[in-house]
């Protein structure tokens, strides 16, 4: 099998709207400085990506988040993201019922455990140290979205 030909997943993770992780992101330097030479104001997913990728040193790339765009708007891939997610985790998608019904097996990994509570502490840690203070796990909200297997995915 291809990798584009592997099955959906659900992402669990963190959403901040997207407005406010774009001023946040904004206030490390050098994610400042990349955003006005190379990407403008509407690339905050591919700035963060090379930010993430070429400025950051190994210990700390291994540290920072995974992201992932996500429309309160539904789950249309070709609608623009309203928020963006800090991923925790994800399982394989294979059919509705999964986000349907709480009483399937794969429910239970769309609530909000201690480790993902823990998983945002540490990011929120990760950016406060980048220079972005003033965020708090308060700014987050814990929630899941469907998208493409992260086998193709670049952030």
């Not at 399982?91 to 823990?118: G, M």
């Amino acid at each position: 099998m291809s990798k584009y030909d592997e099955p959906d997943v659900i992402y669990r993770g963190y959403m901040i709207p997207m407005e406010k992780f774009n001023t946040m992101m904004k206030k490390i330097p050098a994610y400042r400085r990349l955003m006005k030479s190379q990407y403008g104001e509407h690339s905050h997913t591919y700035c963060y990506c090379h930010w993430k990728h070429a400025i950051l040193d190994e210990k700390l790339k291994k540290r920072a988040p995974k992201i992932r765009e996500h429309s309160a708007n539904g789950d249309s891939r070709d609608v623009e993201g309203t928020h963006m997610m800090l991923l925790v985790g994800y399982v394989p998608y294979k059919s509705p019922r999964q986000v349907e019904d709480p009483a399937h097996p794969s429910a239970r990994h769309l609530v909000e455990k201690d480790t993902d509570r823990e998983a945002i502490a540490q990011y929120v840690q990760f950016f406060q140290k980048r220079g972005i203070k003033d965020l708090n796990t308060e700014d987050f909200t814990f929630g899941w979205s469907i998208g493409s297997n992260p086998c193709l995915l670049t952030t």
